[in-house]
């Protein structure tokens, strides 16, 4: 499983930096994080900065399982199986829903 290590730029708690495979840095907005209880896992659907401003084209969205303990960098993983994937689409299309 790879792990990526992440940080918030300084004094923006709903941005976060994302290192590419070569090391580039780009900027994400954090659209929402959930819990799930059963699970005890934490998750984070994220859009590149700026795709949200125009309503009229769809925004590519990201999904992570995340792990943020206390003193040490967020820790971002991907999401592996499809039961996981199904909650967080299914999580999205609601939150989707709200917004229109």
Aim: proline share 4%; hydrophobic share 30%.
């Amino acid at each position: 499983m790879s792990e990526m290590k992440i940080n918030h730029p300084e004094g923006d708690d709903n941005k976060i930096v994302i290192p590419d495979e070569n090391g580039d840095e780009h900027l994400f907005e954090i659209l929402f994080t959930f819990d799930v209880d059963s699970t005890g896992n934490s998750y984070m659907v994220l859009a590149p900065e700026g795709s949200s401003e125009d309503e009229e084209d769809e925004v590519e969205v990201h999904a992570f399982r995340y792990e943020d303990e206390e003193g040490e960098d967020l820790s971002l993983f991907p999401i592996e199986t499809e039961e996981e994937w199904d909650m967080v689409e299914e999580l999205l299309n609601t939150f989707t829903e709200d917004d229109e």
